[in-house]
T-cell receptor, first 116, second 110 residues
Framework: GAGVSQSPRYKVAKRGQDVALRCDPI?????LFWYQQALGQGPEFLTY????????KSGLPSDRFFAERPEGSVSTLKIQRTQQEDSAVYLC??????????????FGPGTRLTVL | TQLLEQSPQFLSIQEGENLTVYCNSS?????LQWYRQEPGEGPVLLVT?????EVKKLKRLTFQFGDARKDSSLHITAAQPGDTGLYLC??????????FGQGTTLQVKP
């Protein structure tokens, strides 16, 4: 079956532009996570959804970052007024129904965002 | 300050050599995970260690959890170019979110 997919794979934005990054989780996976990964570093947690509910957004670095999952499947991470420090790979992961503290997280390939 | 400190940060070796990477912390964990991430891909879970002193083997990879459950190591025997990648240790909070170390970048030259 299909894994987690993300689009676009690459995005170049001019500073100040808004961007939207999409994540399609594995079908039936209730939990969805977003992470930010700087070059050569480990991923850092941004936010977590269980179905359509955003249960943890403690990792979002500023109010320019916004995530949604309105129907409990596809999720979008939006970054407003992008800054150069937003340049990173944005990873999405999903895990099986209702057991986020035990189930394996399956990661997508990421979206590489470059802000000029 | 990193909760999980990985060392070395970068390792370049020849095919056939052995290597060990480390994941250390001052905190005690109920479990630790190891992931491998290849360029252009997301991390893939290799193993979860749960019991202090536990040793798990995955082909040429040997994972160990420290007796005090504060550290872990990954040993690769006879490294191959296909082992090249970023190796990450992580622990999972009760909410499910993963906290990663900064990773060890391994390059295996043919």
């Amino acid at each position: 079956g299909a894994g987690v997919s993300q689009s676009p794979r690459y995005k170049v934005a001019k500073r100040g532009q808004d961007v939207a990054l999409r994540c399609d989780p594995i079908s039936g996976h209730v939990s969805l996570f977003w992470y930010q990964q700087a070059l050569g570093q480990g991923p850092e947690f941004l936010t977590y959804f269980q179905n359509e509910a955003q249960l943890d957004k403690s990792g979002l670095p500023s109010d320019r970052f916004f995530a949604e999952r309105p129907e409990g499947s596809v999720s979008t991470l939006k970054i407003q007024r992008t800054q150069q420090e937003d340049s990173a790979v944005y990873l999405c992961a999903s895990s099986a129904p209702a057991r986020p503290h035990t189930d394996t997280q399956y990661f997508g390939p990421g979206t590489r965002l470059t802000v000029l | 300050t990193q909760l999980l400190e990985q060392s070395p940060q970068f390792l370049s070796i020849q095919e056939g050599e052995n290597l060990t990477v480390y994941c250390n912390s001052s905190s005690v964990f109920s479990s630790l995970q190891w992931y491998r991430q290849e360029p252009g891909e997301g991390p893939v879970l290799l193993v979860t260690v749960v019991t202090g002193g536990e040793v798990k083997k995955l082909k040429r990879l040997t994972f160990q959890f420290g007796d005090a459950r504060k550290d872990s190591s990954l040993h690769i025997t006879a490294a191959q170019p296909g082992d090249t990648g970023l190796y990450l240790c992580a622990f999972r909070r009760n909410t499910g979110k993963l906290i990663f170390g900064q990773g060890t970048t391994l390059q295996v030259k043919p």
